[in-house]
Nanobody, 121 residues
Framework: VQLVESGGGSVQAGGSLRLACAAS????????MGWYRQAPGKQRELVAS???????IYADSVKGRFTISRDNAKNTVYLQMNSLKPEDTAVYYC????????????????WGQGTLVTVSS
């Protein structure tokens, strides 16, 4: 099972970016999916998560600016980021709780490779 992220890049403050993360492999179902970020010299932190049924959680710092969504048919999670600020600069990581079709593996917590978002002032 792997997660592949896309959509990172550089943008000026006030701009927008949309991240996508697609899961592939021997997937039976996916529980929660989320986005985390890690800025230089800081710990990785939760940005937003979304449950299978669609309930969401956001970090206070992104509420009202970021929107997480998912397409269960495509095993994909998205993060729409608006009104970006320089402090949003970080490597963004996708995370998912995957129930695999492999009975030897069962449940896996999977991370993507990360995608860099740079916001300039």
């Amino acid at each position: 099972v792997q997660l592949v992220e896309s959509g990172g890049g550089s943008v000026q403050a006030g701009g927008s970016l949309r991240l996508a993360c697609a899961a592939s492999g021997r997937i039976f179902s996916i529980n929660a999916m989320g986005w985390y970020r890690q800025a230089p010299g800081k710990q990785r932190e939760l940005v937003a998560s979304i449950a299978t049924g669609g309930s969401t959680i956001y970090a206070d710092s992104v509420k009202g600016r970021f929107t997480i969504s998912r397409d269960n048919a495509k095993n994909t999670v998205y993060l729409q980021m608006n009104s970006l600020k320089p402090e949003d600069t970080a490597v963004y990581y996708c995370n998912a709780g995957v129930i695999t079709t492999n009975p030897d593996l069962g449940y896996l917590e999977v991370w993507g490779q990360g995608t860099l978002v740079t916001v300039s002032s």
